[in-house]
Structure formats: structure tokens, C-alpha cells
């Protein structure tokens, strides 16, 4: 249900096949089926069209849809992303309550972020979602954003920069353009390939949030991350909860050894 909402309305069907094969098979059940990947499959498989079939995904035709003809406009026009718009230095003619109720160009899961906060509640409230991960990556995504309008209003980068766009971008602005809330809400809190330690949830959300945004400002030529910085997270959970576990053991050892002495 997830894979639709994260792809473009018009990327063929039989690409869409391939990729949910690759996704099923490959990310899923060669490590043992339902509970054992420890790759989102959903990720998995948008991974796959990207790198596959990029062009598809980032887009590289313009058309226009259903053009009124009395009126002569169209009822709708591709064109790049805000995102997009940012990474080439280039002006924004979406106000903040076109991005928060979803009337922008994007993915039809990732616009509407009245919606996905809506999920996020239903989410939580049902105990489906770690609220800790939720609120962790949110915490690192800007966080990240703060650190980038710093390094701005220190005249460190300037207007010239190829990154100066999107690292100009008011930090809390990055949750409302492109799939930071999406990601955070859905596709981090996966509970088979997040953290399982609540300190370790805390720190697989927050680098995942700030992750992101590096790559949102460091790749123009495709400006978003999150579902890469995810899948790199969903790598390094087993890991995070490791090292979670071995302190609070090694703590555990330290009282009792005060205790016995």
C-alpha cells in the first residue's frame, strides 16, 4: 500500500511489477521472509526504480494534461519539484499553506502534511508506530536545517553556491517540502527494521532526520534522502541496539559489583 504513494502517477506498470519482484524477493525473503529483512521492503523497492530507471523517476519530459479549451489553461502541467526549485537557486511560488495542506508538486503520499499528521496520530495512538522515532527524526532533520542556516548567516556560503538554495531554506521549512514527515511517519517507524531499544529508537530517528537533509543540500541533482538515509539507518539498527544493550549491561555490572562490595 506504501509503494504507490512513494513513486510518480505515471511510471509504467511492468516497471512497477519488476521492482516489487525485486523488492519482495531480494529485500525480503532471501533473509527469511515477513519479520526477518532488515531492509524496508518499500524503500527497497523505490531504491531499485531510482537507480534502474532514474529517469522515469526524476522526470525528464514536460506535458501537459487535460487542457481546457475554451479558457485555453490546463488542468495540470509537470514541472520540478520545490525541491527541485531550491537546488537551483531558483524562486518558490508555493506559500506555506499550499505545502502544508499538499497543493504542490510531489509524490501523491509525501504533499499533504495535514494528512500525514493525521496518520502519524492514528499511528501512535494504536501503538503501530514508535512516537519516539517520529519525534527523534523530526528532532534531526532540524537540527540539520539549523546547522546549514547557520553556516548561511555566517557568510560562509553565499548566493553563488550551488548549495546555497536549499541550505538557505528556513530549517523548519524542510518538514513541510518533500518526504521528511512522510519518511519519519511510515517508512522509519517500520517496527520489523527500526531499533528495538527505546534509547536506540531515539538515536536511529535522529540520525535518520539529519542524514536526510545532508543529502537533500549536498545533491542537487536529486534533492531529497530520506529513503536513502533510512535504508542506511535500517543497516545500522542491529548495530545501534548493540551497543545499547552492552552499556546497559556493562551499568548493570558496575551497581552490582557496589552492591557485593
Do not use: C
Amino acid at each position: 500500500m506504501l509503494v504507490p504513494l512513494i513513486v510518480p502517477v505515471d511510471i509504467p506498470l511492468w516497471m512497477l511489477a519488476v521492482a516489487v519482484v525485486f523488492g519482495v524477493v531480494i529485500g525480503k525473503e532471501v533473509f527469511g521472509g515477513t519479520g526477518m529483512n532488515i531492509l524496508n521492503p518499500a524503500l527497497t523497492i523505490r531504491a531499485f526504480l531510482f537507480f534502474a530507471y532514474p529517469t522515469w523517476m526524476s522526470g525528464d519530459k514536460v506535458w501537459v494534461h487535460g487542457a481546457v479549451e475554451r479558457a485555453g489553461t490546463p488542468d495540470a502541467i509537470s514541472g520540478e519539484t520545490i525541491l527541485g526549485s531550491y537546488a537551483q537557486n531558483n524562486s518558490v511560488v508555493y506559500d506555506y499553506w499550499d505545502m502544508f495542506w499538499g497543493i504542490i508538486p510531489g509524490s501523491v503520499g509525501e504533499t499533504s502534511k495535514f494528512l500525514i499528521i493525521i496518520g502519524a496520530l492514528f499511528l501512535i495512538f494504536t501503538k503501530i508506530g514508535s512516537w519516539r522515532i517520529i519525534v527523534s527524526t523530526i528532532l534531526g532533520a532540524l537540527a540539520m536545517g539549523l546547522v546549514f542556516n547557520g553556516v548561511v548567516d555566517a557568510g560562509w556560503i553565499t548566493n553563488t553556491s550551488k548549495f546555497y538554495g536549499l541550505m538557505s531554506v528556513p530549517f523548519w521549512q524542510h518538514l513541510i517540502i518533500g518526504s521528511v514527515l512522510f519518511g519519519a511517519v511510515y517508512m522509519a517507524t517500520d517496527p520489523v527494521t527500526a531499533s528495538q531499544t527505546n534509547k536506540g529508537k531515539w538515536i536511529y530517528g535522529f540520525l535518520i532526520g539529519f542524514i536526510s537533509i545532508m543529502i537533500r543540500v549536498f545533491n542537487p541533482a536529486y534533492p531529497e534522502g530520506v529513503f536513502l538515509a533510512i535504508l542506511l539507518m535500517n543497516v545500522f539498527a542491529p548495530t545501534i541496539d548493540h551497543y545499547v544493550i552492552q552499556g546497559n549491561v556493562k551499568r548493570r555490572m558496575k551497581r552490582l559489583k557496589v552492591k557485593t562490595a
